[in-house]
């Protein structure tokens, strides 16, 4: 399976940074990383190509997205867009003309199941939630990428039963990755 993503830092993300002491707020990982990570939360064919956009935001845009979006006045770790087909109704995706109408239409169709959506991470948010929780900043990094895919791919933790199949999954990926359960808390930081 490759993955494609396209990687996004918003424009005053740096600002941002720079405002806190570089002890808190570290450097977003790598994009091999972030890649990596979100390739081991790929749950669909191992053939496959998903791509996805990944944009790193200051707190500020975070808060702004969440209340436009999620009707939540408040910055977030990770925000995921699922790609819906309504919205690829006016994009332009490139087939093959010389394709039959029914090849074209398949391939139109595969291009578009395997377009997932969009990521937003918040890196402030993430640098406060780690601390918060006894974590080193890359592995909360981790996980909010990881729980983003999975988001991307329609799981979800509304309802109870839900939420617990996607934290068992998420912590099996974690644990796969090298990292420790995200919903253990250190409880000798949180003291």
């Avoid at 190509?49 to 977030?76: C, F, H, M, W």
């Avoid at 006016?90 to 010389?98: C, F, K, R, Y």
Wanted: with cysteine; charged share 20%; hydrophobic share 40%.
């Amino acid at each position: 399976m490759v993955l494609h993503m396209d990687i996004q830092f918003a424009d005053d993300l740096g600002e941002n940074l720079s405002m806190e002491s570089p002890a808190l707020v570290e450097e977003p990982p790598p994009r091999d990383l972030l890649c990596g990570w979100a390739q081991a939360a790929w749950q669909g064919e191992a053939q496959a190509e998903p791509v996805i956009s990944l944009r790193i935001v200051s707190a500020d845009e975070s808060q702004q997205l969440n209340r436009d979006y999620r009707g939540a006045d408040k910055a977030t770790n990770v925000l995921s867009f699922p790609m819906q087909m309504h919205a690829l109704n006016g994009a332009e995706l490139s087939v093959d003309p010389n394709l039959s109408p029914t090849q074209q239409n398949e391939e139109y169709t595969h291009m578009a199941q395997m377009l997932l959506g969009d990521l937003v991470i918040c890196a402030e948010v993430v640098a406060q939630q780690a601390r918060q929780q006894g974590k080193s900043q890359q592995a909360h990094w981790a996980h909010m990428v990881v729980h983003g895919m999975l988001h991307l791919q329609g799981f979800d933790h509304i309802e109870d039963d839900e939420a617990e199949k996607m934290e068992q999954l998420e912590t099996r990926i974690m644990l796969q990755l090298g990292f420790a359960d995200p919903y253990q808390i250190n409880s000798l930081n949180s003291q």
